[in-house]
């Protein structure tokens, strides 16, 4: 990140706007994790409406894409198990 001064000779070659809010004063400090060493500590703040609205977009892209897809793909053709095993793939 830069700063510079706006100088009147500055404002000859450069069209200087207002800015779009004011930071003020602003620290960045690191956190500690309470379990740093686990990979997988990032899904303990997954919720339940999170993990519901993530698997209600894969069944409807899933969906979308066997409906597009089923009359010029023969994958997406045969049994309805084959059909339901392409769609979850």
Do not use: C, H
């Not at 990979?39 to 969906?63: D, S």
């Amino acid at each position: 990140m830069g700063d510079f001064t706006i100088l009147t000779n500055r404002s000859i070659y450069v069209d200087f706007t207002q800015p779009y809010f004011e930071s003020g004063l602003v620290m960045v400090v690191p956190i500690k994790a309470p379990n740093p060493s686990n990979a997988w500590t990032f899904l303990r703040y997954f919720t339940g409406a999170m993990w519901g609205t993530a698997a209600t977009f894969f069944v409807f892209t899933g969906l979308a894409v066997w409906l597009l897809e089923r009359k010029v793909n023969d994958s997406f053709r045969g049994k309805p198990k084959e059909q339901v095993t392409t769609f979850l793939w």
